[in-house]
Structures are given as structure tokens and as C-alpha cells.
């Protein structure tokens, strides 16, 4: 099983913010080939090492994560990572209207059983 290089993050928070805007504009096009959109509220990001160590970087960047805390989140994504014989994706509901999250959230409800 491949495994997320931790080397590739930092806890640097000013150092990743100033790298941030580079970062994203780079992996929004590549996470958007991997996106297969299924009817108006549903979409499948299928999971590659490149777009679970930009989640993971982005996690440790905005929960202000410690060393340790990132090393725990990259083994945490490592095992999401897909094999030679699985296929790994996230599953998005798109939530677009604010005024009726609440009531989308709660048809929702058992959704993951």
C-alpha cells in the first residue's frame, strides 16, 4: 500500500498560507477531472496520493495542527489511499441553497447506514 510522504507537509501555518493560493490553483484542475457529477446534488471525487496530501495539508493548515496531530492525520489519509485493486472515492451532496440546509440535513439523516 502507498502511503502519504509526511515530508511533503509543514505545520509552517504563515509559511503554507503564503503558498496557498499557488497550491490550490494547481490541484483544482486536477481534482476536477477526477469528479464524476451524478445528477444536480451528487458528485464522486475519485482519491488519488496528490488530492489526499493536498486535503491532508489543508487540514493541518486550517485546524492549526501540530506536528504530531499532522502525523496522525497523514496516517489517518495514507489508508484512504486507493490500492492496485480498489478504486477510493468522496462522496459529495451538494447543499447549494443556505435557507434549506437544515431541512436537507435532516432527510438526510441514516444516510451512512
Known amino acids: 500500500m502507498s502511503v502519504i ?4 507537509f509543514t505545520t509552517d501555518h504563515a509559511a503554507y498560507a503564503a503558498a496557498r493560493t ?26 488519488n496520493a496528490q488530492t489526499l496530501t493536498f486535503q491532508t495539508q489543508e487540514m493541518v493548515y486550517t485546524e492549526r495542527l501540530s506536528t504530531e496531530e499532522a502525523h496522525h492525520e497523514v496516517d489517518a489519509y495514507s ?7 480498489s478504486l477510493v472515492a468522496t462522496f459529495f ?15 438526510m439523516q441514516g444516510l451512512h447506514q
Open 79 to 85: 489508508r484512504m489511499l486507493p490500492s492496485a485493486d
Open 5 to 8: 510522504d509526511i515530508s511533503a
Open 93 to 107: 451532496i451538494y447543499l447549494r441553497d443556505p435557507k434549506s440546509i437544515k431541512d436537507q440535513l435532516a432527510k
Open 22 to 47: 499557488q497550491r490550490r490553483a494547481a490541484i483544482i484542475p486536477v481534482r476536477a477531472a477526477r469528479r464524476v457529477e451524478l445528477g444536480d446534488l451528487i458528485g464522486l471525487e475519485f482519491e
